[in-house]
């Protein structure tokens, strides 16, 4: 039995930059009513969900996850007014919006900083995290000496980005206050008003940002099972058809915590070894780049993927769900030093395991990374895969209809780059082939999260994989090989195999209940077994 919202299990996400997808008021950012417009070609996607990132009031020192009011959307990008109508158009095309929640900081400008600041005494004395004394040292990112009161205050991210508390699971100094202080539940109840504000609008729920960061000496989770087990009671109760997503990366641990679901990413080791970029491209370079598994040129390792992600799913079982994404505003876009043909068998993979995928906008056409684009917002070396959604051959490639010069940030301007319009009317097209992904993952539930995954081929030095997915007697047999190089992988399997779905040469052959898959370089294909 599922202890989450059923719609779920055949949900498909998709995430949305909103500076950067479509500017319908021309000036040079996108915006919510951008998205309104658009709502019809996200629909041809075959998506249910759309996660969008943060819309609330900010200073934009850091792309809006530094929020002054979680209360009102932010003028570039439209008004409260627009969410309403945004969320009553997606249903109306049969999707959700899910909006991000940010629960562990703020900016310096929100007004609870302020007057936790202020050095008088109010009720946000300890709404964030702070010393008691300007002079006294303690452990973690604390900064003082730029606000009227005596102390210093717990950062979360960056400098302007202070620490919200929800106590500590053993306060060891006088100015840590318990998770169960009345001052750390307000707080989380704060939290909850938020959200119930935003989901009577419409939303169906939140992606929750850096979702294990909330406690601070929490080296177990079980501050973070307290905090959120009571934030799920309290939604199961009022919003049973609202989801939690988390971003942590140990699905085990959100699940467990409260969560319906968690996302896989950088942070997990297993992922980074599928989709690594080209050396020196990670967020944070440290020179573990490393050797990707989809890449033409072979010599990666799929195997530590397939395990990890197994042990996850047979830890959470059906009381959660996975979530594996593309990209994210967060990640250098998948596309860097891959063809379209090599995108077709990494979205294969992602689009055919038990989890939820979660396409970042402008991924389904091949958008590519521009590492040299200015930093904005805070974006710093993460303005590579934030730039402007490519529609068109209009001005602008169809995004906006200012002048170049006041775009939010720069685009590709290369005569190659990947259109929307061009790929529309091509059956051959990246865009096309995400498409036909999703539509094949409603037709064949056995391809979702229900489906069970049994690895039936996969070694530590080739590059084909083979697997079975399956559910209620439906079968589906998916083969692939993301390198530019023939592999034969033969297989005892019982049944018959009829082709379904596939891109480059792969093909195959039975007899005497021996299956032998032909895969030619840079190959996928999905056969159903009866």
């Not at 909006?99 to 109010?122: M, N, Q, R, Y």
């Not at 939010?408 to 790929?423: A, C, F, H, I, W």
Request: aromatic share 12%.
């Amino acid at each position: 039995m599922n202890t989450y919202p059923e719609w779920l299990d055949d949900a498909v996400m998709y995430n949305i930059f909103p500076a950067s997808f479509y500017d319908s008021n021309g000036d040079g950012i996108g915006d919510l009513p951008g998205i309104v417009e658009k709502l019809d070609y996200i629909q041809s996607l075959g998506v249910n969900l759309v996660w969008i990132n943060p819309i609330y009031d900010s200073p934009f020192q850091d792309g809006g996850y530094d929020v002054r009011d979680y209360y009102h959307v932010a003028e570039r990008y439209g008004s409260n007014a627009d969410v309403v109508r945004l969320c009553r158009e997606a249903k109306k095309r049969g999707m959700r919006i899910m909006l991000d929640l940010v629960p562990g900081h703020t900016s310096i400008e929100h007004a609870w900083f302020k007057a936790s600041a202020s050095g008088k005494k109010t009720t946000y004395d300890n709404r964030y995290v702070w010393t008691d004394h300007i002079f006294r040292g303690a452990p973690g990112l604390f900064l003082g000496g730029d606000t009227e009161r005596s102390g210093k205050y717990l950062i979360n991210f960056f400098s302007f980005q202070p620490a919200l508390n929800y106590g500590y699971l053993n306060p060891k100094e006088p100015w840590q206050i318990p998770i169960n202080h009345p001052d750390a539940i307000a707080t989380r109840d704060e939290l909850k008003k938020t959200m119930e504000f935003w989901l009577k609008k419409g939303v169906s729920g939140f992606r929750v940002d850096m979702a294990n960061s909330l406690v601070k000496d929490d080296v177990d989770g079980k501050g973070l099972k307290i905090i959120y087990s009571d934030i799920r009671s309290w939604l199961d109760k009022n919003w049973p058809e609202a989801v939690l997503l988390a971003e942590w990366s140990e699905p085990n641990n959100a699940i467990r915590c409260g969560f319906h679901m968690d996302f896989l990413l950088h942070s997990a080791p297993a992922y980074t070894q599928l989709f690594r970029m080209e050396p020196g491209s990670n967020v944070v370079p440290d020179g573990k780049d490393g050797i990707s598994f989809f890449r033409k040129a072979g010599g990666g390792q799929c195997i530590p993927f397939l395990d990890y992600l197994q042990a996850q799913l047979r830890s959470i079982g059906r009381r959660g769900l996975i979530s594996m994404p593309t990209g994210n505003h967060d990640l250098p876009r998948i596309s860097i030093g891959r063809t379209a043909s090599e995108l077709k068998v990494a979205y294969g993979f992602i689009f055919t395991l038990p989890v939820v995928p979660a396409l970042y906008y402008g991924d389904e056409t091949g958008m590519r990374h521009l590492a040299d684009a200015p930093n904005r917002d805070g974006a710093y070396v993460r303005a590579g895969c934030r730039t402007p959604m490519q529609w068109n051959r209009a001005r602008n490639a169809g995004f906006s209809t200012v002048p170049a010069s006041r775009l939010y940030l720069p685009q590709d301007n290369s005569k190659t780059r990947p259109l929307v319009s061009e790929q529309e009317n091509d059956p051959d097209s990246l865009l096309n082939f995400v498409r036909q992904l999703i539509a094949l993952r409603k037709t064949f539930p056995a391809l979702g999260p229900r489906g069970k995954l049994v690895v039936l081929h996969a070694e530590p030095d080739g590059s084909a994989v083979v697997y079975m997915r399956s559910w209620k007697g439906r079968k589906l047999v998916v083969a692939l090989n993301p390198a530019d190089r023939n592999e034969t992988v033969s297989l005892r399997l019982e049944g018959n195999l009829s082709p379904r779905f596939s891109c480059g040469d792969v093909a195959a052959e039975q007899q005497s209940g021996n299956a032998t898959f032909r895969l030619g370089g840079i190959g996928f294909a999905i056969f159903e077994l009866k």
